[in-house]
């Protein structure tokens, strides 16, 4: 099992209130790169009304880009 160590920028003034946005995820050997991305969606933060799109960046080159597109 690997441990990840990912942050995020905060999304408004409210988010700030728990800023660093610093957390760690496992990884196992087997886990599929998808199936990681997906403990991703519970970790960054959405705005109602709008689509959010955050970049996986690692060794600066772009991983994924997760997409939520959130109702009102």
Not at 27 to 51: D, H, I, P, Q, W
């Amino acid at each position: 099992m690997n441990t990840i160590s990912a942050t995020r920028d905060s999304v408004c003034m409210g988010d700030d209130c728990d800023a660093p946005h610093f957390e760690s995820f496992s990884y196992g050997r087997e886990e599929m790169l998808s199936e990681f991305l997906t403990k991703l969606y519970g970790y960054v933060a959405c705005v109602g009304g709008r689509t959010i799109r955050w970049f996986v960046v690692y060794a600066e080159a772009l991983v994924s880009i997760l997409g939520l597109i959130l109702q009102s």
